[in-house]
């Protein structure tokens, strides 16, 4: 299948701490585990589906700087086009995660001036009209591609991540144009069901997924009105949760685009997730399709 991936690429750095809240101490010795590579929502979609066997068409905005070259290698090594990939940042974007054994985790992520871009969608008409799906992550270059991408009918995704409410100023633009609407139970004003009940009624999404960690994910699908929940996969191996939400996101949009029902696509990315949380760092871990299906 073909899908297009509009979002954020960085360089990112992981750091194992003792647990939360972190006590003061001037130094530690983590051999071996603090670990710096090629990750951004938008770099871990496009990893995941390739791996999967998708056609990816990737658009981005870096910087010209090493961390840029560093990703376009990368980009290259992993066969992803990267035509699409805009040298306008005055920097490329960076983030550090602080990881303990429970899987909770710190980000911060520095943007540097990727806010301020935008995609005029005519620059990548031919992608969007091409696309089984158009994977636009949350982020502000998206805002009128997702606008042009529901006006041409092309079935759009994006995961919103964290919400503290229905009406979400910064989320709406991409809420109101999703088809397949994904997000995360952290944070959430009241029970992951009222809230995807509340979600539907607002935005009339297609399909919501709730992925709740280590409880699964629950699935919406306006078709049928019907809620459920798909239990997580684990066999206690968990190194670091960080990416577990990308990686549903991308293998569920993989099996669905591949016409399964919404249900059967979504206990695959459950493994698929499930799998790659036995790996360190948010872009590592990815399984391919034939893995998926012997374990289903």
């Known amino acids: 299948m073909k899908i297009l991936v509009s979002g954020l690429l960085n360089i990112e750095t992981t750091i194992p701490v003792k647990g939360f809240p972190i006590d003061y101490y001037p130094i530690d010795y983590p051999f071996f585990g603090i670990n710096t590579d090629v990750s951004g929502v938008g770099y871990n979609l496009a990893k995941a589906l390739s791996t999967l066997g998708d056609e990816v068409d990737l658009i981005s905005f870096l910087g010209n700087d090493a961390e840029a070259a560093r990703i376009l290698s990368r980009l290259y090594d992993d066969g992803i086009k990267n035509e699409k990939v805009f040298r306008k940042l005055k920097a490329t974007p960076v983030s550090a995660v602080l990881y303990d054994i429970e899987g909770k985790r710190q980000i911060y992520c520095d943007l540097k001036d990727i806010q ?17 799906i158009a994977a636009l992550c ?38 109101e144009n999703a088809d397949i609407l994904f997000l995360s139970d952290e944070n959430l004003p009241c029970p992951a069901e009222e809230f995807i009940r509340q979600i539907e009624e607002r935005y009339h999404n297609k399909i919501i997924v709730i992925g709740m960690g280590s409880k699964g994910a629950m699935l919406y699908e306006r078709g049928n009105d019907k809620v459920c929940i798909v239990p997580a996969y684990s ?62």
């Open 116 to 132: 301020e871009q935008s995609v005029n969608p005519d620059d990548v008409i031919d992608s969007l009209k091409g696309c089984d």
């Open 138 to 175: 949350n982020i502000n270059f998206n805002r009128e591609l997702i606008k042009k991408a529901r006006e041409l009918g092309v079935t759009t995704a994006t995961d919103v991540h964290v919400l503290g409410g229905v009406e979400d100023d910064y989320n709406r633009d991409f809420m």
């Open 235 to 296: 066999d206690d191996k968990i190194v670091n949760t960080v990416g577990a939400g990308d990686a549903l996101f991308s293998s569920f949009l993989h099996f669905y685009a591949k016409g399964m029902d919404a249900k059967n696509a979504l206990q695959r990315a459950v493994i698929f997730a499930g799998l790659k949380i036995e790996h360190n760092g948010a872009s590592k871990g990815f399984s391919k399709e034939q893995e998926i299906e012997k374990l289903i």
